[in-house]
């Protein structure tokens, strides 16, 4: 096994194991109390809509919103490591097809495994800050993604390697 298909492959389960101990931690440390947020800020808002109250309607949306974005993202990047883990292990299991030297082979991977890591790492980051260095992070990590990917569409439709 080459090692450019090692780390696909090894990487990939590292980063789904990742993920669904970032998941496990979420559910058991972190969900009930974000749910209880949002269901709570959204009885508010409702409550003091009723009472015409719109200053506390308003401020009690707002509280929901900013809740609600914090746990989607929280909920995607638990998503996104175990998605593109998978990805990478599908990847590394035919990576010894693609058609390029071992040492751009080596390069493709690590762009993928870093873009893998950096993406949802970045939509983390966005739960803390809304600006824009998460989102440069998080776009990094999608362009070394989309970037490998290309790569490996062309070593795969490409000839062999001379040095092969």
Not at 17 to 33: D, K
Not at 135 to 142: E, H, N
Not at 155 to 160: C, F, I, S
Request: some cysteine.
């Amino acid at each position: 096994m080459s090692s450019s298909r090692r780390l696909l492959i090894v990487g990939g389960i590292a980063l789904a194991l990742w993920g669904m101990g970032y998941g496990l931690w979420y559910a058991v440390f972190a969900e009930h109390q974000a749910l209880n947020g949002i269901g709570g800020s959204l009885a508010t808002a409702f409550d003091a809509a009723a009472s015409r109250n719109l200053g506390a309607a308003e401020t009690a949306f707002r509280n929901y919103k900013e809740a609600k974005y914090i746990y989607d993202r929280q909920v995607d990047v638990h998503g996104h490591w175990i998605g593109l883990a998978m990805l990478l292990i599908v990847v590394g299991i035919a990576f010894d097809r693609v058609r390029f030297a071992e040492r751009h082979k080596l390069v493709l991977a690590c762009t993928l495994l870093a873009g893998a890591a950096i993406f949802p790492f970045g939509v983390l980051l966005q739960t803390f800050d809304h600006g824009a260095i998460p989102r440069g992070i998080a776009i990094l990590g999608s362009v070394l993604v989309i970037a490998a990917l290309i790569g490996i569409t062309l070593g795969l439709a490409g000839r062999k390697a001379p040095s092969e």
